[in-house]
Structure formats: C-alpha cells, structure tokens
C-alpha cells in the first residue's frame, strides 16, 4: 500500500513558505508516495494549486482532510516552532502518524510531549546531524543561507551611506566597512552578499577554523586576543563558552566595532539563548547613522539593544531584529528546504514503507517521539528539568 504524504499550508503568523514544491516532487517519484495537499498550500510562496496538479498531486478541500488521510504530514512550522496557532493542529494529528518539519524540540518541551501523547512519530528537521550523508538534508543550513543573504541587503537597505566605493564626476565615495560576526552558513552568506555589494568585509568567529572560510570570500578574519579551544561542538555548531570569555570579547570587539559602519551578527547556540556579544555601550561607540542587523534576534539576540521583531534607534545607531528571514523569500526558501525534506523522506523509505531505524545515526538525531515517547535524549534531559523547577 502507497504511503500517502500530506502538506498544509503554514499557519504561523507572516509564514510564507511551503515544505514541498512542485519541483522537488519528482525525487519520490520511484517510491510510489501519492500526494496530498491542502487547497492554497503553496500559494504564498508563488507555487499556485495548478502546478501540483499538474504533478499528479491530489489538492485537499481542507486542512482536517489532509490530517485524515495522510501517513506523512510534512510542514515548515510544526506546533513546537509555532507557538501562536501550532496548538490547534495537535488535535488533528492521529496515532501513528509521522510528522516532519521544524519544530524547536529543544526549548518546545511540552509540545515535543504533546505529540508523543498523540502517539505520533516526530522529526525534527533543526535536528539533522552535519554529517556527509546528511549534507543534502540540512535545512538549517539551507535556511541560514537564504537569512545571511537577506540581512546583508537590508544592512545595505538602511544604512545611509552605498555599500561599494564609486569615482563619480563629483568625487569618489568612499565604500562602507561591514562586520560580519559569526561565521557559519548564514555569516558566510551574509559576508559574500556585502562584498558582492562592493563593501569592505570583515568576519570575526570564536573557531579558529572558520579564518581560511572568511578569507576565502575576500573579508579580513578579525583576530582577537582571547583563548577560544574548544569553541565548536562534534557537530559542527558553534559551543556556548563562559561569561568570562563573553566579557573578554566584548571588550576587543569594542575596538572594531567602532570602525564599522554596519555590523551583521549571526552567532547562536542550537537549544539555547544567543549570546550577548554587543553591549549598550560598544554600540555607542559606532558612529552615527550605524547600522546593526541582529539575525540572531529569535534567540534573544547578540546586541543587548535587540528587541525581537523591531527596530530601535539608540545613540544615532539603528539596531534592528528581524524574525524569520527566509519568510520574506519564500520562493527559494521553499524551494530550498523541499529539497531538503524530500532527501529526508526518500532515505526514511525503504521497500515502499517508512522506515525509523534508531540505530542509524541520522534518524536517531532527528527522532524526537516515537511509539508514544519522548526519545530523543537532549529533548528527555529538557523536559526533565523544566519539569524540576
């Protein structure tokens, strides 16, 4: 019996993106999945019902007919990584059923619970090992690509002066100097994004590892004076240091941060709150008409000024926390994480029926309820001490 796999539209509030498009379809084709999608599902990301029609795909009247009938429910926002309007579709999800998408398992605790009370076999697509088999699955990668390149067209979009230099008949104009911190996929994004934009880039990262990265981009690596061993989980993500560590960045990051003209900070730990790496006091020392765009703003932000969702002006400095980035291009963002989700589902089928072997290390990474449990380590260690305060 075909495994049927259904789509509904994101309800999160300004959620544009859809978790498959019609495009990426094909690479189930020799699994024999039938398709199910709620009416309108991709139509905000620009992928209107008539284009998965035309793929074969079966379209919904509505959203509880897609919960019905489906093996599979993929999403990009699942009830943990929508806190708004997530809840309502717990009530739709049936006993042995399987769910993938995002959906924040580290700090959603009680929704990871909810779910395994539903009897429903979750995976959490944050989740996903950077391992080789795994690259071609990493959505979070995919994601903070799409948010390093928007943050640096905004950087360019608000501050007062252009990006590159200029020889004009009224004189040369001097290029701005950008800051990017943080030096994974989004940082990487952000710093080739601004030096294809004509500015002067530097990047700044705790691992020792990234410089080659930065430099190979064209930016400067900022080195500080600071001990940073041990900065990178087995992982690859980035590892929380100490507060002693914090306070000694900061105070050398001051010295270059007043040499900016705009700084893109990109740092945050999975699971946990973004280090504070910019204080009210280093942002004062930038000139006027600076700009910080702070895409780390969903974890608390890296500037102690950052207020999630908005923008403020402190000391002529403009400090913005942008949600969601990848939302506001949702064309390729969409395009991007299907073909993430869909490389997931086809190694999760085997023999035409969805297989969840724990003892594979990318489904036991990514696993977080089964059988009517919390099982995935990190998430059981969470949820046990939320539940010990």
């Not at 959906?103 to 076999?121: F, K």
């Not at 996929?185 to 700044?204: E, F, K």
Request: glycine letters at 10%; a neutral charge.
């Amino acid at each position: 019996m075909a495994i049927t796999v259904g789509v509904v539209a994101e309800s999160a509030p300004d959620e544009r993106r859809v978790a498959m498009v019609p495009g990426a379809l094909r690479v189930l084709n020799k699994t024999g999945v039938e398709w199910l999608f709620e009416s309108g599902a991709g139509a905000a990301a620009g992928f209107p019902d008539s284009e998965y029609a035309a793929k074969g795909v079966r379209i919904a009247r509505g959203r509880a007919e897609v919960f019905a009938a489906a093996d599979v429910i993929l999403q990009v926002r699942g009830p943990g990584a929508n806190p708004e309007t997530g809840a309502s579709d717990l009530a739709l999800y049936r006993r042995g059923q399987t769910a993938i998408g995002f959906g924040e398992p580290l700090t959603s605790v009680e929704t990871a619970r909810a779910l395994a009370g539903r009897g429903v076999d979750f995976l959490a697509m944050e989740l996903m090992p950077r391992i080789t088999r795994a690259q071609s699955m990493d959505a979070l990668s995919s994601m903070a690509t799409v948010s390093g390149y928007k943050a640096a067209l905004i950087a360019a979009d608000r501050l007062p002066r252009m990006f590159p230099m200029l020889m004009t008949a009224a004189g040369t104009v001097a290029p701005a100097r950008v800051l990017v911190i943080g030096g994974g996929v989004a940082g990487l994004q952000a710093i080739a994004t601004a030096r294809r934009l004509g500015a002067v880039v530097s990047g700044y990262d705790i691992r020792a590892a990234v410089k080659e990265q930065v430099e190979s981009l064209g930016a400067r690596f900022v080195v500080l004076e600071i001990e940073a061993a041990g900065a990178e989980e087995k992982s690859g993500y980035a590892k929380a240091m100490g507060e002693e560590f914090y306070r000694r960045q900061r105070e050398l990051l001051g010295d270059v941060l007043a040499e900016q003209n705009a700084v893109i900070t990109t740092a945050a730990v999975p699971g946990r709150k973004a280090p504070v790496l910019i204080t009210r006091e280093m942002a004062a020392r930038m000139a006027p008409g600076s700009v910080i765009v702070d895409i780390a703003a969903e974890r608390g932000g890296n500037c102690e000024l950052t207020r999630p969702g908005q923008e403020i002006e402190a000391a002529g400095v403009l400090i913005l926390g942008p949600l969601n980035l990848p939302s506001t291009i949702p064309y390729h963002a969409s395009q991007m994480y299907s073909r993430n989700i869909a490389a997931f589902l086809k190694y999760l089928i085997k023999d035409g029926r969805l297989a969840l072997d724990r003892n594979d290390e990318i489904v036991r990474e990514t696993l977080v309820t089964q059988a009517g449990e919390v099982v995935h380590p990190r998430v059981r260690e969470a949820l046990e001490a939320a539940h010990a305060i």
